[in-house]
T-cell receptor
Framework: EAQVTQNPRYLITVTGKKLTVTCSQN?????MSWYRQDPGLGLRQIYY???????DKGDVPEGYKVSRKEKRNFPLILESPSPNQTSLYFC??????????????FGSGTRLTVV | GEDVEQSLFLSVREGDSSVINCTYT??????LYWYKQEPGAGLQLLTY?????DMKQDQRLTVLLNKKDKHLSLRIADTQTGDSAIYFC??????????????FGKGTMLLVSP
């Protein structure tokens, strides 16, 4: 089944403890992206990647890192999480950044709580 | 930059029609999309419309596009309680720039009451 898989689904952590949220897609998509979703703010893009070893900042990149060593994987790294990074995170992928008629395929989300 | 606006909330009764509206600013949009997010889930592509179309119908869903006014709407006929969700409008902007992206609205929460 074509899908984007995020792990974990739920995570509670403490301030300052490094964490990684994994994202993997099995559709050979070139474009991958991370979003955070907060009430009243909709979806905000954190980072995106046009292809292997090509990444760029989105609208809210502060406090996050990403890497794209393989086409299928695009992990999101929080080196020193803070409570304002408590949010619902989504990974998405697409054949291209423009999305084509298929749009983006989204993962099921990771609910992160930083205490 | 590009912007997509939606009303935040819509409440309807089961069996009625729902109409969710969206406006956008980028006149070069190639595709416009409607996504559905059910509670605790990710966003699922519901339907899309190509920018040279005025209307698209898919079972209970009707998408209307007014390019002149940059207005997109999603009509759900015979709305069911299972349609309760957040609906996101999105546009594929900057079609000719090579650096385009999908821009999402903030989402409309549709609440369907029995």
């Amino acid at each position: 089944e074509a899908q984007v898989t995020q792990n974990p689904r739920y995570l509670i952590t403490v301030t300052g403890k490094k964490l990684t949220v994994t994202c993997s897609q099995n559709m050979n998509h070139e474009y991958m992206s991370w979003y955070r979703q907060d009430p009243g703010l909709g979806l905000r893009q954190i980072y995106y990647s046009m292809n292997v070893e090509v990444t760029d900042k989105g609208d809210v990149p502060e406090g996050y890192k990403v890497s794209r060593k393989e086409k299928r994987n695009f992990p999101l790294i929080l080196e020193s999480p803070s409570p304002n990074q408590t949010s619902l995170y989504f990974c998405a992928s697409s054949l291209s950044r423009r999305g084509t008629y298929r749009g983006y395929t989204f993962g099921s989300g990771t609910r992160l709580t930083v205490v | 930059g590009e912007d997509v606006e939606q009303s935040l909330f819509l409440s309807v009764r089961e069996g009625d029609s729902s109409v969710i509206n969206c406006t956008y600013t980028d006149s070069s949009s190639t595709y416009l999309y409607w996504y559905k997010q059910e509670p605790g889930a990710g966003l699922q592509l519901l339907t899309y419309i190509f920018s040279n179309m005025d209307m698209k119908q898919d079972q209970r869903l009707t998408v209307l596009l007014n390019k002149k006014d940059k207005h997109l709407s999603l009509r759900i006929a015979d709305t069911q309680t299972g349609d309760s969700a957040i609906y996101f409008c999105a546009e594929s902007s900057g079609a000719y720039s090579g650096y385009s992206t999908l821009t999402f609205g903030k989402g409309t929460m549709l609440l369907v009451s029995p």
